[in-house]
């Protein structure tokens, strides 16, 4: 099978490679869409802990080909999405409900052989059956997963004024998620029209730049840049009372200045979310349902070949990239497509 590898930071080529073997409990994927995401991209520029070579892609949808010694819930020809991040089950954190922070944390496309390849294999119980999506919805589950962990701990209730700092392909699928809770006004801050237009799409008030947003404003503010002048800026927007959530990536070891001040006397609870912790079948439901919209986001459909291409559309944060998804074995629709 051919593979995108990379070999060190900022080495990358396809090579051929032996289609892996799914072991006991374990399924093989042949890989229909896999999104880039930014951990690729911290990947790439060694900018992650994590062993070299290594085959990225974690966001992925495909359909299974065959099953190891043990599986029953999964079959040959199921159409799947994967949550990419193993649990142990079996340490502290995961016995306390608390996946997200398992001490044997194992994770595709960090960890071991990821889904930027024509197959992947997986532990069955990180695969779940995606019906009549399409694999381009299902390569968001992962990422919508992370999001609704996220609004869930960001807690915005009923009536609430939210801002949210960015809209990328997380940005603008916080917001669609932020909606479902009620809130009577959602303000995107957005430099890239394209994408404001697109936050406007789905229901939110665009502003392009971040004096244009008031202060002492809103219930829930949310970062999603991960740009620290940008998550500098998150206390003055909130009401006294208010909430922050930190969701944007900001880049490993950089040291974040917030007006302490200004935190103690609004009393400002300010949070962050990792990860996610079981959202996966709430993110099937949602993208189901119409109530979180994807086809939209998706702006390039490259082969593996171009994935440094892909990697320097969002590095460079042109006007019309939003989210760029690799086509691993060259078309969306692999083997039988049994979509109706
Ligand atoms: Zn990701
Ligand atoms: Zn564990």
Request: net charge negative.
């Given at each position: 099978m051919r593979a995108l590898t990379?070999?060190?930071?900022n080495r990358v080529d396809v090579r051929e490679m032996p289609v892996p073997d799914p072991a006991p409990s374990e399924v093989l994927i042949r890989v229909a869409a896999c999104g880039i995401c930014g951990t690729d991209v911290h990947i790439l520029r060694g900018e992650y802990l994590g062993d070299y070579p290594i085959v990225p892609g974690h966001e992925f949808a495909g359909q299974v080909v065959a099953v190891g010694r043990g599986v029953s819930r999964i079959g040959s020809g199921d159409r799947v999405a994967v949550e990419p991040n193993i649990a142990c089950d079996n340490c502290n954190p995961c016995l306390n409900n608390r996946q997200n922070f398992c001490q044997n944390w194992q994770a595709i496309g960090v960890t071991r052989q990821g889904a930027m390849a024509e197959y992947v294999t997986a532990p069955e119980k990180v695969v779940v059956e995606i019906g009549d999506l399409s694999y381009a919805q299902g390569a968001f589950i992962e990422p919508l997963s992370c999001v609704i962990h996220g609004i869930e701990r960001a807690e915005i209730a009923l009536g609430d004024r939210v801002a949210i700092l960015g809209a990328g392909p997380i940005g603008l699928l916080l917001l669609q998620v932020a909606l479902t809770r009620g809130p009577v006004e959602v303000t995107v801050l957005e430099r890239q029209p394209a994408r404001g237009a697109l936050a406007e799409a789905y229901g939110a008030r665009w502003?392009?730049?971040?004096?244009?947003l008031p202060e002492d404003a809103y219930d829930v503010v949310i970062d999603a840049t991960g740009a620290l002048p940008v998550m500098a800026r998150t206390p003055a927007l909130a009401r006294k009372g208010g909430s922050v959530l930190l969701f944007g990536v900001p880049p490993r070891g950089a040291k974040l200045s917030l007006d302490a001040f200004t935190i103690f006397e609004k009393g400002l609870t300010v949070r962050s979310s990792f990860t996610s912790r079981r959202n996966t079948f709430q993110a099937l439901a949602l993208i189901r349902s119409g109530?979180?919209?994807?086809?939209?986001?998706?702006?390039h459909r490259l082969p593996l070949e171009r994935f440094q291409e892909g990697v320097a559309l969002i590095e460079e944060g042109?006007?019309?990239?939003?989210k760029v998804l690799m086509l691993p074995s060259g078309t969306e629709l692999p083997l039988t497509e049994t979509r109706t």
């Open positions: 990379i070999a060190q930071a502003v392009p730049t971040l004096t244009a109530a979180v919209r994807v086809d939209d986001l998706v702006s042109q006007e019309d990239v939003v």
